[in-house]
């Protein structure tokens, strides 16, 4: 009996993998087969920024997308580096997400709100367009996963980034 379940967990643990996780950021938009295409914005710091110096989009916008893709079992590339030409990859269906301020794009399906805040008095909302070749069960994925992340959880992601010196000379208040 102790060989059987011996072998039984010898299989299970080959078997039952844990799902891959991440989010990357690559030059072209070709290459990523099981991955959802991002166009994210260069220049929100620290809400989405590309980083220069490790090449590739950091902020809180792709620390809230790995915890998706950890809970959801989605990978997630960014595209195009520091280029700020998201809106016409969205337009040309080059990619199944681009991160904007405005939910109204003619080219977007649906609109996911991932975070608001206050910038000169006034509300600011922040999220995920998904172009028309976004996959619905992807969507649904991504909103459940995003659900369970908590509220102390994603006040965390956005508090750790106080903590840091911008590369950007801009400087938070709190």
């Known amino acids: 009996m102790k060989k059987f379940i011996l072998l039984l ?3 299970l643990a080959f078997v039952v993998q844990p799902a891959t ?5 690559n030059q072209k938009t070709e290459g990523y087969a099981d991955y ?3 166009a994210g ?3 929100n710091y620290p809400i989405e920024y590309y980083d220069e110096d490790v090449k590739a989009y950091k902020g809180v916008i792709p620390d809230l997308l790995s915890e998706i893709s950890m809970r959801s079992g989605l990978n997630f590339v960014y595209i195009n580096g520091n280029k700020n030409d998201r809106f016409e990859m969205g337009e ?10 405005d939910a109204n794009t003619s080219y977007g399906k649906e609109y996911l709100e991932l975070i608001s805040y206050e910038q000169d008095g006034r509300i600011m909302k922040t999220g995920l367009v998904f172009t028309t070749i976004a996959n619905d069960t ?8 995003l659900n ?27």
Not at 21 to 25: F, G, L, M
Not at 138 to 145: D, G, N, P
Not at 148 to 174: H, V
Request: a negative charge; proline letters at 3%; hydrophobic letters at 40%.
């Open 9 to 11: 967990l010898t299989v």
């Open 21 to 25: 996780a991440e989010v990357i950021t």
């Open 36 to 38: 959802l295409y991002i």
């Open 41 to 43: 914005n260069p220049d």
């Open 92 to 101: 040309n269906l080059q990619v199944d997400i681009v991160s904007s301020l």
């Open 138 to 145: 992807e969507i649904a994925a991504i909103k459940t996963a």
């Open 148 to 174: 369970e992340i908590s509220p102390d959880e994603r006040n965390g992601i956005c508090l750790s980034y106080a903590s840091q010196t911008s590369k950007t000379g801009y400087k938070w208040l709190i």
